[in-house]
């Protein structure tokens, strides 16, 4: 008689062994543990392998809530237990173990110190090679309580103004887009403030000279700029258009226009298949943008210090693009102001509310002129309507009583006018951006500067995936302010996972004789790409599931064999071929 199996069990594994074996390279686990210490009373998983398998899920199903992690990793226990090298309580992903993993995690030289050195770690490990790093800050809105000394507050937010925010400042490595450092401060702060703290954080954990240091106009600030440059660093960014710039760049405008410095031609060039089934790859090369730079004596005086001074050169440069961008844009700020002027004074009707007072039409038109940002490109003609009316005074049939003249006035602007010289001379200004850099021209010509800074989306993607499918990050499911630091910190480890496993891929894959891969995408399979995203990737091992068969005292397990796209990806990380196999081995 045939001996039935005692239990079966199936795992859905996934892409989540890759994930802990990217991790382990890493040295994450070991690194958490070091600065996680456990107390000598704590039961259970140490906390560098608590936030690893939490790190897992986060990737894995792009949710970071601590309410599902315990069943998740109840679903995958004897994967997990093998791949790790652990034993697993039932009691390790509760919420409560989850939540004094973020407390610890939102302590500042805590925090400080684990990215120190997984950052050292990272580069020595995957040989990378830092020369450029990109600071920029972004918000995150959510549904919180607002306290006078919390987190989330009120401020400038492109998310959602009518929610409060906290403000993340990040520095990554460019291009990689590893995140270095991670800080969190209350959502008020302006960014300003927010650039030096995190330079000197970098520049203690990278400990080297010579870095060039890349954000937006909001690093501009010239202690930023001073801070960078005494140290021993590069800078480059976009001036802020305040103070006296206006001023210089119609100055640095007019110089171009008239011809008084050749301009020079800035260039991109750009990979793409010639078909989308073939490896091979065709060069095409295009002219994004002209400048000229021109250089300029920098002092700084503070009564602390000596004088401080350098030379610093100022790239200034005119886009095609930029300018067609704000052309369009001012263009439809025209309009609307030209809509909202004629609105102001309706034709007289039912409902429709007059304006008798001409300082309350100045006002409003004025206020609707800066709102739209055309004053002294729109003007308007008005005229005041005066309507005479004779009634008898008190009520009744008319009588030989005395009789009143009643005058009413009200104000109707005529026209809208374009000041089309104005407008003309707002249109040259288009498409020019002055630049700054302390960086000598052998390091830093005109033309990669301006194509070193166009790479901004690489922060912006970082942020892109901090807060859409693939990290999840808003709606924010932890209110307390340290279990908010603590969350935005682990998510960030997440994401500089995402960004080595995307890496290393693609630099693997320039080494190679066939430098693409096909299969990425399940809509066209034989469509190849060079720069595969990390989410493809780990998207590659969807539907993997192991399964355990207990019978007669033994354990049998399977794994389906992976196919060649799966393994190719595996040895493009630099993973032994066998990470999934094993899991059988370990089971019969």
């Not at 030379?311 to 067609?324: D, G, M, W, Y």
């Not at 009316?389 to 374009?418: A, C, F, L, M, N």
């Not at 908010?484 to 682990?490: E, S």
Request: glycine content about 6%.
């Amino acid at each position: 008689m045939a001996h039935l199996p005692q239990q079966i069990i199936s795992e859905r594994i996934d892409d989540v062994v890759v994930l802990l074996e990217v991790m382990k390279k890493m040295g994450l686990p070991e690194i958490l543990n070091q600065h996680l210490p456990r107390h000598w009373k704590q039961e259970g998983l140490d906390w560098g392998w608590v936030a690893c398998i939490w790190l897992s899920y986060i990737i894995s199903q792009g949710d970071h809530r601590k309410v599902r992690v315990r069943e998740w990793v109840e679903q995958r226990h004897y994967t997990i237990e093998q791949v790790c090298g652990i034993n697993i309580r039932e009691t390790d992903f509760t919420d409560d173990r989850l939540g004094i993993l973020l407390k610890r995690l939102s302590k500042p030289e805590t925090w400080e110190q684990i990215e120190r050195f997984l950052t050292q770690k990272s580069i020595r490990a995957y040989e990378l090679a830092v020369e450029q790093v990109r600071l920029d800050a972004t918000t995150i809105s959510g549904h919180h309580l607002i306290s006078e000394s919390g987190l989330f507050q009120f401020g400038h937010s492109k998310d959602d103004p009518n929610l409060p925010q906290v403000k993340l400042m990040m520095g990554m490595i460019d291009p990689l887009g590893m995140p270095l450092v991670t800080q969190v401060v209350s959502g008020e702060q302006a960014d300003d403030g927010l650039y030096i703290p995190a330079y000197q954080q970098i520049a203690a954990t990278l400990n080297k000279k010579g870095l060039l240091f890349v954000g937006d106009c909001k690093m501009s600030s010239l202690s930023t700029r001073c801070n960078i440059h005494i140290q021993g660093d590069y800078y480059l960014c976009p001036l802020s258009n305040v103070g006296k710039t206006p001023e210089l760049l119609a100055g640095w405008i007019n110089d171009a226009v008239m011809g008084k410095f050749p301009l020079v031609e800035i260039k991109r060039t750009s990979f793409h298949h010639n078909t989308e089934t073939s490896p091979d790859l065709d060069a095409l090369e295009t002219t994004i943008a002209t400048g000229y730079e021109v250089c300029r004596h920098v002092e700084v005086v503070d009564e602390q210090l000596p004088l401080l001074c350098w030379q610093e050169r100022v790239l200034i440069v005119h886009s095609p693009t930029l300018a067609k961008q704000q052309f369009q844009g001012l263009e439809k700020r025209l309009h609307n102001a030209q809509q909202k002027l004629m609105a102001l004074t309706p034709q007289k009707g039912r409902g429709k509310r007059q304006i008798n007072d001409l300082q309350v039409l100045l006002q409003k038109a004025t206020e609707i002129l800066r709102l739209h940002r055309v004053e002294g490109l729109l003007s308007f003609d008005y005229e005041c309507q005066e309507t005479v009316e004779e009634t008898y005074i008190g009520r009744g049939r008319p009588t030989s009583r005395p009789k009143q003249i009643t005058r009413k006035i009200r104000y109707q602007i005529q026209t809208v006018i374009r000041n089309e010289d104005a407008i003309a001379q707002t249109h040259k200004t288009f498409g020019w951006r002055a630049f700054v850099s302390n960086a000598p021209k052998s390091m830093l010509s005109i033309e990669q500067a301006v194509l070193t800074y166009r790479d901004e989306w690489i922060a912006e993607r970082g942020f892109h995936r901090l807060k859409g499918a693939s990290l999840s990050i808003a709606p924010m499911f932890v209110q307390r302010d340290d279990q908010v630091t603590g969350l935005i910190n682990l998510l960030s480890l997440a994401l500089r996972l995402l960004t080595i496993i995307e890496f290393v891929v693609r630099r693997q894959l320039t080494v190679q004789e066939v430098n693409s891969l096909a299969g990425l995408y399940p809509e066209h399979p034989k469509k190849r790409t060079a720069q595969p995203t990390a989410e493809r990737l780990l998207r590659a091992f969807s539907n993997i599931t192991l399964t355990i068969i207990e019978a007669r005292g033994q354990r049998f397990g399977y794994v389906p064999p992976l196919n060649p796209l799966q393994q190719e990806i595996i040895s493009l990380l630099g993973l032994v071929p066998d990470i999934y196999s094993n899991l059988v081995d370990n089971s019969s």
